[in-house]
């Protein structure tokens, strides 16, 4: 039985929320806008699970053939990506050293994000679009200071991320990221939120990227080098977490900047990033118009 899926779409022109089934999805934003304008709100009360419940047995409203699929969370408060986070990832630095002691972390913009089967956008400024195929945690209850011993209480769901990066913008400067990280449509989340239930739905996931139906990453979150747990009881040490929030956990190793020569994304590939129990983000790249 697949795990409740809850979307956030777009039919002629309109933004909805709905569950998503088998053959189609069930609108939900018709019957509940009106407590729950859009799924921040259902995150915030805690109603996920209860919405995909209420879905079950429905017949679809819109065939997916016919919507476009929007990043699941509208508006989020905070994007806070994390780097590094996997042994093989820090291997790549080929700089002798240990795993570090703290995880690195910046911050994305939600307008660097599209949705599933929506292309990335390569920009006029760079032809170093790259792919990062990523697990996301969505928070669900606000917290500061959040003990690891109870952080995972506070995830309302997982989605998937292709945390596009821009190369040659990453090393603009001397010691910051955000302008690779945060050119227009150069990410993508999605395609929707499987509510979190217990600790074992993330304990050792295994998360791929395919290009072109290549393999290019492929590891597993029971080898994170800074746990879920460790990460949220890590950021709320600095950062009250919200209902929305989203957590971006890092990359396996294998992007394309790891080839020699590079393998950069061009127009026409198609990006394929899949975890077990969550399910597949896919989009294509064209060029900025």
Same mark, same amino acid.
Not at 148 to 174: F, M, P, Y
């Given at each position: 039985?697949?795990? $409740?899926?809850?979307?956030?779409?777009?039919?002629?022109?309109?933004?909805?929320?709905?569950?998503?089934?088998?053959?189609?999805?069930?609108?939900?934003?018709?019957?509940?806008?009106?407590?729950? $304008?859009?799924?921040?709100?259902?995150?915030?009360?805690?109603?996920?699970?209860?919405?995909?419940?209420?879905?079950?047995?429905?017949?679809?409203?819109?065939?997916?053939?016919?919507?476009?699929?929007?990043?699941?969370?509208?508006?989020?408060?905070?994007?806070?990506?994390?780097?590094?986070?996997?042994?093989?990832?820090?291997?790549?630095?080929?700089?002798?050293?240990?795993?570090?002691?703290?995880?690195?972390?910046?911050?994305?913009?939600?307008?660097?994000?599209?949705?599933?089967?929506?292309?990335?956008?390569?920009?006029?400024?760079?032809?170093?679009?790259?792919?990062?195929?990523?697990?996301?945690?969505?928070?669900?209850?606000?917290?500061?200071?959040?003990?690891?011993?109870?952080?995972?209480?506070?995830?309302?769901?997982?989605?998937?991320?292709?945390?596009?990066?821009?190369?040659?913008?990453?090393?603009?400067?001397?010691?910051?990221?955000?302008?690779?990280?945060?050119?227009?449509?150069?990410?993508?989340?999605?395609?929707?939120?499987?509510?979190?239930?217990?600790?074992?739905?993330?304990?050792?996931?295994?998360?791929?990227?395919?290009?072109?139906?290549?393999?290019?990453?492929?590891?597993?979150?029971?080898?994170?080098?800074?746990?879920?747990?460790?990460?949220?009881?890590?950021?709320?040490?600095?950062?009250?977490?919200?209902?929305?929030?989203?957590?971006?956990?890092?990359?396996?190793?294998?992007?394309?900047?790891?080839?020699?020569?590079?393998?950069?994304?061009?127009?026409?590939?198609?990006?394929?990033?899949?975890?077990?129990?969550?399910?597949?983000?896919?989009?294509?790249?064209?060029?900025?118009?």
């Amino acid at each position: 039985m697949k795990s $409740p899926r809850l979307a956030t779409f777009a039919v002629k022109g309109t933004t909805r929320y709905g569950a998503v089934v088998d053959g189609g999805i069930v609108d939900l934003s018709s019957r509940h806008a009106k407590d729950y $304008p859009t799924l921040r709100e259902v995150i915030a009360a805690g109603k996920l699970q209860n919405l995909a419940e209420e879905a079950a047995g429905r017949t679809p409203d819109h065939a997916l053939s016919d919507i476009i699929w929007l990043p699941p969370v509208p508006a989020p408060e905070k994007i806070i990506c994390i780097g590094v986070n996997y042994p093989d990832r820090n291997a790549e630095y080929k700089d002798g050293q240990d795993a570090p002691k703290y995880p690195s972390m910046f911050m994305r913009s939600p307008r660097s994000f599209v949705g599933h089967d929506t292309p990335l956008v390569r920009p006029h400024a760079s032809n170093q679009l790259d792919y990062e195929g990523e697990i996301v945690l969505v928070i669900g209850k606000a917290g500061r200071r959040i003990p690891e011993a109870t952080a995972l209480d506070h995830i309302a769901a997982v989605t998937l991320c292709n945390e596009g990066s821009i190369r040659d913008w990453l090393r603009h400067a001397k010691f910051n990221v955000t302008q690779g990280k945060n050119f227009d449509s150069s990410g993508s989340l999605g395609p929707w939120l499987v509510p979190y239930a217990q600790e074992s739905q993330l304990a050792d996931i295994r998360l791929t990227t395919h290009v072109n139906g290549e393999l290019r990453q492929d590891d597993r979150t029971s080898r994170l080098i800074f746990s879920f747990r460790y990460l949220l009881h890590y950021i709320s040490t600095f950062a009250t977490l919200v209902p929305g929030d989203i957590i971006v956990t890092g990359t396996p190793t294998g992007a394309g900047a790891r080839f020699d020569p590079p393998r950069y994304l061009k127009p026409g590939d198609v990006i394929e990033v899949e975890a077990e129990g969550i399910g597949t983000l896919r989009n294509g790249v064209v060029d900025e118009a």
